[in-house]
DNA sequence: ACTGAAACGAGAGCACTGCTCTTGACTGCC
DNA sequence: GGCAGTCAAGAGCAGTGCTCTCGTTTCAGT
């Protein structure tokens, strides 16, 4: 689409990639916090003020690798989702759809749908063990959106509409499954926090009951507070290769939350 | 103590923490990425050379604010067990202990380890809400130390010391329930994984069994996951006047660790 | 009490940063 | 073909972390 531009606008696009791209690299090498207008612009052959036409700040150009950021993980988990779905289906029998279509997310979600929670725990493992993978494969990506903001930054809108994906693609994972959650009844919810599950079923899940959500909510949580810790150096004393430690959790909170056992 | 020293060491001292408390109030104001050297000895009405003979380099400025931020942590949960476990004597009639003693650390340790778990749940609501109360009242010195690491930033073996008091603190609250933990079984923990839990019970909870100490974990990592995510509003669509969110969260993963559910 | 050494504060200076402004060259539409 | 809009480049500003030097002050051993 829109192959039909003008030279200059494409070359405002490729110039505007590779920027993104250069940034991303030098973000990798040593973090946010070094990466620099001018050394990305030095690196490309340009002036650092030509750069400025193309990002009207650093923080822009760091709002963009943010909003790619949140997109490549999300896109990543529900990738992960859907081949555990395709594996789950094509071992239960209906193998109506191949394995060998592991791309698209759209198509991950809408199995998810039609299979009405075949396999829950398995693509709860594959969800899981995607988001690591990613945060270990990209951890500076991963702190620019995980870890402390960047002061005085204020996510725009865009941003955190690209936010919500990850944890909407986990209700996914945990929506077909929700007639047949096994976790105890628990204690009531208060009335405020009730008030903000029962917004969110309303729009995302409203066939969950509200005690599940809560309890997504914690298994939510603590899967960040687990990863971010691995990264970041807390866990040096204590569960240091943290690959059992994780899949042990991971395990864990689908009891917690409910996940039927089975493969 | 050391009361007998030269002028010189004591202006020393006194500079140090000045120095320290003007650097730690401009953290507050703009966080760690804005902490200006030059700034801080400006407003000190010294020149910024003049700073770097009592901190080799910025870095090591930040480092003295991460000891005193864990520190400062550490005191603010174990006084805050202190106080509810000597609440929880005072109201269960055992009262030799008065509640008018709140200060030290060591002596909440040790009341914890005498009352052999009479109100641990009471102890445990203590701890998280005084971690979290902190992490709000101080933002960005828990962003310092929970937060994204500083790049190149190792952390001296003097930091990961202190960094443990913490989590040690929260096994002096779960300890003195070891016996009475209504948990179940659970699964089987992977090899690794169990001798890395087995190191740390050796060292610090013999008593504890190995699948509570896996809860603990989960619970732990919990915590922090849910703070962060209230700090770096990362709850802003979802449950974002965390209060009861927290609270709820904190009495569901008692519940998981196995807490008796008394006062 | 005197002296040499260590510690100290101040200033200049280096290399770097984000960002702005101006200048001149180029592209693409009318 | 002209002309408005876009572009890259350079100079420059204010700020940064950090180093080096230069006098001064303070302490400790004799």
Redesign the interface.
């Known amino acids: 689409m829109a192959a039909i531009r003008t030279a200059r606008e494409r070359a405002r696009e490729e110039l505007t990639r590779e920027i993104k791209d250069e940034a991303r690299r030098q973000l990798g090498v040593?973090?946010?916090?070094?990466l620099s207008v001018r050394a990305v612009a030095r690196e490309l052959g340009m002036a650092s003020s030509a750069l400025y036409r193309y990002f009207p700040s650093r923080d822009d150009l760091l709002t963009a690798l943010i909003m790619d950021a949140y997109i490549a993980l999300a896109e990543s988990a529900t990738s992960a989702v859907a081949q555990a779905q395709a594996r789950a289906q094509a071992t239960a029998g209906g193998a109506d759809l191949g394995q060998a279509s592991p791309g698209r997310a759209a198509a991950g979600r809408a199995a998810a749908h039609e299979a009405a929670g075949l396999g829950a725990r398995a693509c709860w493992r594959a969800f899981c063990g995607a988001v690591r993978d990613w945060a270990r494969e990209h951890p500076h990506e991963y702190?620019l959106i995980?870890?402390?903001?960047?002061?005085?930054y204020h996510?725009p809108q865009e941003t955190?509409e690209l936010?919500?994906r990850l944890?909407l693609a986990l209700l996914d994972v945990v929506r077909p499954a929700a007639g047949r959650l096994e976790a105890p009844a628990?204690?009531p919810?208060?009335?405020?926090?009730s008030t903000?599950?029962a917004s969110?079923a309303a729009q995302y899940a409203p066939e969950l009951p509200q005690a599940a959500l809560?309890?997504v909510?914690?298994a939510w949580?603590?899967?960040?507070?687990?990863i971010?810790?691995e990264l970041?150096?807390?866990l040096?004393?204590?569960?240091?290769?943290a690959?059992?430690?994780f899949?042990?959790?991971v395990?864990?909170?689908a009891?917690?939350v409910g996940l039927p056992t089975g493969a």
Chains 1, 2 share one sequence.
């Open positions: 040593e973090g946010a916090q070094q702190a995980y870890g402390t903001p960047v002061p005085g996510a955190i936010a919500v944890p628990g204690r919810v208060p009335p405020v926090y903000q599950l969110i809560a309890r909510m914690v949580t603590q899967l960040f507070g687990m971010s810790f970041f150096g807390h040096a004393g204590s569960a240091d290769p690959d059992e430690f899949a042990y959790s395990e864990q909170m009891d917690f």
